[in-house]
């Protein structure tokens, strides 16, 4: 007799990342569904303390998701909003006051000491403090006054996939609450995003554009900038590639010399005003001859060397980064893959860093 195959793990290079990736819209679902009114209530009690002004911590992945939020609290409510340098706290021992200002400190984990420290000084300080993470059991939930629950599920994956999107709508939902908005822009986004992710032959194509580079360029303006920044991210962290993200009106001033006609770059193009800010970038590209690919609407991917048309017509300008990144997270997938490397298990890195 002879003895029934056992069926083998799946060992695919990647299978991790690629299953989470394809996660986001039942994500995105669901914290529209189950999260957002526990949001709203969060922000309507931090609302009526009436903060002055908004202070955003966070590292890698999650900086990039409070640099969206920044927009979201300046454009949308109106209140000043910064980006902390945590070590000002945790190295130097500065004490603020902060007094009626709200902290939001973004973080998967929840876990990096240097995120915990930097919260109970706020907090001590008088902040208002609100964790945002994917583990409402983490040492940074515990501490803080509020907290959001991203509702992502465990992500094993190195490469921060899902944990990112659902960081940028928990974010989008909160900012709405703290102004007295909807977020009804936010509700076409898990239809969409399954219709982005389903087009992954359309990115693998585009990957074999970058199997060789040797660097890249990312440039966007507006509520596209951050998606620029996390680009480049996911694209150093896989693919091992120098990525280099600028907003388009620093690339200006002095980096655009380094492009060239072999020099790839991806622009970042949201519809809406951020859009039209990088028009002028996008002519002195062009002028430069350099290997422009378009992420964004289809005339724009028209007009440059390649691109990926995005489904953003009538999409509120503030929630296209939810979908601007879909895309780019798969070319980092395809290109890593193309390299012969495994996006699962980036070298040197692990999946909570413990910055002090």
């Avoid at 964790?131 to 509020?146: D, I, K, M, P, Q």
């Avoid at 359309?202 to 660097?215: D, G, M, S, T």
Wanted: with cysteine.
């Amino acid at each position: 007799m002879s003895a029934t195959p056992t069926a083998r793990p799946d060992s695919r290079p990647g299978r991790i990342m690629s299953g989470e990736m394809a996660e986001q819209p039942a994500v995105l679902r669901r914290i529209l569904e189950e999260g957002a009114p526990r949001i709203r209530e969060t922000a309507e009690r931090i609302a009526a303390r009436a903060p002055r002004f908004v202070l955003l911590t966070a590292r890698g992945t999650s900086d990039n998701a409070a640099l969206y939020a920044k927009y979201l609290v300046e454009v949308l409510w109106g209140k000043p909003c910064g980006l902390t340098s945590m070590s000002t706290t945790t190295a130097y021992g500065a004490r603020q006051d902060l007094r009626d200002v709200l902290v939001i400190t973004v973080s998967q984990s929840g876990g990096s000491p240097d995120l915990v420290a930097s919260t109970e000084a706020a907090r001590a300080a008088g902040a208002i403090t609100l964790a945002v993470t994917n583990n409402a059991g983490s040492r940074l939930a515990a501490v803080s006054e509020f907290h959001i629950d991203v509702l992502a599920g465990p992500e094993k994956a190195l490469p921060a996939t899902k944990t990112y999107t659902a960081e940028l709508l928990a974010l989008y939902l909160l900012v709405e609450g703290l102004r007295g908005g909807d977020g009804a822009a936010a509700k076409v986004l898990p239809d969409l995003a399954r219709g982005v992710l389903e087009r992954q032959g359309e990115v693998r194509a585009l990957a074999a554009r970058y199997r060789f580079a040797e660097r890249m360029v990312l440039t966007s303006r507006g509520f596209g900038y951050p998606t620029a920044k996390e680009a480049a991210l996911k694209l150093m962290e896989t693919s091992y590639i120098p990525a280099l993200s600028y907003s388009g009106a620093d690339l200006l001033h002095g980096p655009l010399a380094m492009v060239d006609n072999i020099s790839p770059v991806i622009a970042i193009v949201i519809e809406g005003r951020g859009g039209e800010a990088l028009q002028p970038v996008l002519e002195r590209l062009r002028g430069r001859g350099a290997d422009l690919v378009v992420i964004g609407a289809q005339s724009e991917v028209d007009r440059a060397c390649a691109g990926f048309a995005l489904p953003t017509g009538g999409v509120a300008e503030e929630v296209q980064p939810i979908l601007e990144i879909l895309p780019l997270q798969m070319l980092a997938y395809e290109v890593t893959i193309a390299r012969g490397q495994d996006p699962d298990a980036p070298r040197a890195l692990a999946k909570v860093t413990e910055t002090r």
